[in-house]
């Protein structure tokens, strides 16, 4: 589950990093843990005096706790995407790419290796060969990335989030979304319904709480307030990059086709976009169950790609999903980033 048993390193030394690689988890946890302790018990039992008040207020605030952590324990502990074993190669395979003494001689080994097995990939390298991982000796498979924080390849991959110890991509993207929106919903909800509380300790004018139970209300005001700004920061680039069907990594690095680099290559219009992630019924899009399109292998283009007619034959694709038959490869890789929250 999460990283811990792809981890890369090995050993005991493996085992120190990889429980290392837990405390920003544990960390959240804790402010979550301690937010729920101040809001519950000093600001709604202890503090406000109305019982309607403190009644709605508890309703309320465990709706969006539930929401939140929901979506973040699905973030962290959903599997992010695996590579089917088929897009593997075998070591006779990987010994003739290897040992291929020209890049051209290469590409064509790649290209024969993707029909032999029929692998759907559309994108290529820029030099305009099938994408392969030299690492887990695999072709990728189109949007596919290698992490080297998991050590593995991880379809449609996002980014590797240390703060949920785990990569964001083709599984859990919708969940990590969701985990930002219902951060940013829980943070404002505990800042606006403290400030009050907040100006009455922050001016001295009511007696009530004495010592911890003030700062308690008066950090609980600070540190949702400051999380609010870094999610609203955060959330609003996801939001664009769903709504131009793009990951982290494409935005930095367009994907290429046969035809060339096209940073709008996935993009099928703002509703068609959401779709991809959030999927269409309504109901369920808010809610942190899996419901993207498609099995994270291949995706709809813009522009089809047809090899017997040649590539981008300029035909537009609608909103319907569409296997494609093409092929792809790259020796980008092991580019991670990290979440700055
Ligand atoms: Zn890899
Ligand atoms: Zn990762």
Known sequence: MGCLDISPYKGLCGFWVSLFKWVPVLVISSVVAWSYYAYVVHLCILTVESDVEKALLLILYHVSVTLFLASYWRTVWTRPGDIPKRFRLTSDELDSV??????????????????????????????????????????????????????SCVLKMDHHC??????????????????????????????????????????????????????HILFLFFVSSMFSISLCSLLGYHIHLSLNNRTTLEAFRAPVFRRGPDKEG???????????????????FALPVFTSFGDGLTYPQRFSEDPEMGYGNGQQVSNSRQESNTQDLSKDDAVTLVVQA
């Open 162 to 215: 240390p703060w949920v110890n785990n990569c964001v991509a083709f599984n859990n993207y919708k969940f990590f979304v969701l985990f930002l929106f219902y951060g940013l919903v829980y943070c404002i909800f505990i800042a606006l319904s403290s400030l009050k509380y907040f100006i009455l300790y922050w001016t001295h004018s009511v007696g009530g709480q004495v010592g911890h139970g003030k700062f």
């Open 266 to 284: 996935f993009s099928l219009g703002k509703k068609a976009n959401l779709a991809e992630v959030f999927g269409d019924d309504w109901w369920k």
């Open 98 to 151: 290897e040992g291929s003494e020209s890049d051209e001689g290469q590409k064509r080994l790649l290209e024969q290796i993707v029909i032999d097995k029929d692998l759907p990939v559309a994108m290529r390298t820029i030099q305009g060969a099938v994408r392969y991982c030299e690492k887990c000796a695999m072709v990728k498979p189109d949007r596919a990335h290698h992490c080297s924080v998991c050590g």
